[in-house]
């Protein structure tokens, strides 16, 4: 017999933000030997100022969860080694501090430094003229730049679940979306979660064309060791 705690902790349509939250054995039990702990921050000062990050620790493995960069995954760490990488980009950079035009089309690589982060959701690849259709159907030439933008989009909705039960799992849920008038409507749904005492995480991303006509989608998994 399992259940499932639910904390929301952004939800643009109820005007929803918590600021910070912190779980662990003390305060919600899971009869579990595990040192676990999922912890909400906020980021201060510098590009990034306003970054919202959760931390998600299964008692031997790591990582942290940024919903304000398109729930790409930060860093890890597994059995005091590091999951990630040493990106000249130091900081978590907010996007709106990114300009992704900026250098023909390069703007993308001054907020890279995600150990895991998507790229799309409606264009992936190096930056230049691609044709496109609306979704009236005409075609028209657009520039795009590298890796589309779903990694700058600050997530709409984000809850924390605790599924306690044989495993228990820790699970990170978000939506993302990608869209303008008359141009994509496109949304990201994805389910970031692990068990207690594992050594793996798990990702379940759904993406939804909004639009009433087919759209197209491409879709990267960066990840960078």
Same mark, same amino acid.
């Given at each position: 017999?399992?259940s499932t ?8 349509e109820r ?11 003390q305060? %919600?039990? *899971?009869?579990s030997?595990? *040192?676990w702990g999922?912890?909400?921050s906020?980021?201060?000062?510098g590009?990034?100022?306003g970054?919202d ?10 990582f942290?969860v940024?919903?304000?960069r398109g729930?790409g995954?930060?860093?890890?760490a597994?059995? @005091?080694?590091?999951?990630?990488w040493d ?17 023909g @089309?390069? @703007?993308w690589?001054k907020?890279?430094n995600?150990w895991? !982060?998507r ?5 992936? @690849?190096?930056?230049?003229?691609? !044709?496109?259709?609306?979704n009236n159907?005409n075609?028209a030439e657009v ?6 933008k779903i990694?700058?989009?600050p997530?709409?909705f !984000?809850e !924390? ?6 495993p228990t ?10 869209t ?5 409507a %496109? ?6 979660s692990?068990?207690?005492?594992s050594n793996?995480?798990?990702i379940v991303?759904?993406v939804?064309?909004?639009n *009433? *006509?087919?759209e197209e989608?491409e879709m %990267?998994y960066h990840?960078?060791?």
């Amino acid at each position: 017999m399992s259940s499932t705690f639910q904390q929301v902790i952004t939800d643009v349509e109820r005007h929803l933000w918590i600021d910070s939250l912190e779980l662990n054995e003390q305060n %919600l039990s *899971t009869n579990s030997s595990s *040192t676990w702990g999922i912890n909400k921050s906020t980021l201060q000062a510098g590009l990034q100022q306003g970054i919202d990050l959760i931390e998600v620790n299964n008692g031997d493995f790591s990582f942290t969860v940024v919903p304000t960069r398109g729930m790409g995954i930060w860093r890890g760490a597994y059995s @005091g080694k590091s999951l990630g990488w040493d990106s000249p980009v130091k900081d978590l950079v907010h996007p709106s501090f990114m300009e992704l035009n900026d250098r023909g @089309g390069l @703007g993308w690589l001054k907020g890279f430094n995600e150990w895991i !982060v998507r790229c799309g959701l409606s264009s992936n @690849g190096a930056p230049g003229n691609d !044709v496109i259709v609306d979704n009236n159907g005409n075609k028209a030439e657009v520039f795009l730049p590298l890796h589309g933008k779903i990694a700058n989009i600050p997530a709409r909705f !984000v809850e !924390v679940q605790v599924e306690v039960g044989t495993p228990t799992i820790l699970r990170i849920r978000g939506i993302v979306e990608e869209t303008m008038l008359f141009g994509p409507a %496109l949304r990201l749904t994805t389910e970031i979660s692990t068990e207690l005492g594992s050594n793996k995480l798990t990702i379940v991303d759904e993406v939804t064309n909004l639009n *009433t *006509t087919p759209e197209e989608i491409e879709m %990267l998994y960066h990840c960078n060791y």
